[in-house]
C-alpha cells in the first residue's frame, strides 16, 4: 500500500500521522468520531464577535501601568516610527486597563502626554492589524500578544 500522512487540528487539539494509508484513514475515522467530545475539551479563543481569531486582548501589565507614556515610548525606541509608536501607547493604554481602545484614545494619550502627534493614526492601525499586531472589534481594536510581543 502507499504511504498517507495527515495533519488536523480541532479547535487546539492537533493530530499528525504518516503510515500505511488504511491505518491513516482509521486514525482520521477515530478522530472525526470523537471531534464533538475534543471541540469542547479545548476550542479555539474566539473574538468578541464569535470568530476564531487564535488571538487574545493582552491584559493588565502592573510593569507598564507604573510608566509614563513618555517612559516607555522610549523604553521601547518608539519615537520616531509613528506605526510602532502608535503600536506602544496602544498597549500601555491596554496595560492601564482599557480592554478596547479606539485611534482617538491613542492620539489623545499621546496629547496628554506632550508627545508628538501621529500624521494618521487610522494608518497606523491598519498597518498593525495588518501585521497580527492589532485585532478590530467594531470601532474599537485591541492589541493582540504578537503586538505586545514585537515590542
Known amino acids: ?14 493530530f499528525s500521522g504518516q503510515g500505511d494509508q488504511d491505518w491513516v484513514a482509521k486514525q482520521l475515522d477515530k478522530i472525526l468520531a470523537q471531534a464533538e467530545k475534543l471541540i469542547k475539551l479545548a476550542p479555539p479563543p474566539l473574538s468578541e464577535e464569535g470568530e476564531d481569531t487564535g488571538r487574545k486582548p493582552m491584559g493588565k501589565d502592573l510593569t507598564i501601568q507604573k ?19 502608535f503600536l506602544a501607547t496602544a498597549v500601555w493604554l491596554e496595560a492601564k486597563g482599557q480592554n478596547r481602545i479606539q485611534t482617538s484614545d491613542v492620539t489623545r494619550a499621546l496629547k496628554d502626554s506632550n508627545q508628538t502627534r501621529l500624521t494618521n493614526a487610522a494608518n497606523c492601525l491598519n498597518q498593525n492589524v495588518t501585521k497580527g499586531y492589532c485585532e478590530k472589534d467594531g470601532k474599537q481594536f485591541y492589541v493582540t500578544e504578537e503586538g505586545k510581543k514585537s515590542l
Open 1 to 14: 500500500m502507499s504511504e498517507a500522512k495527515i495533519d488536523i487540528k480541532i479547535g487546539e487539539i492537533q
Open 67 to 85: 510608566m509614563t507614556l513618555r517612559n516607555f515610548l522610549n523604553e521601547k525606541g518608539a519615537t520616531k516610527n509613528q506605526v510602532k509608536k
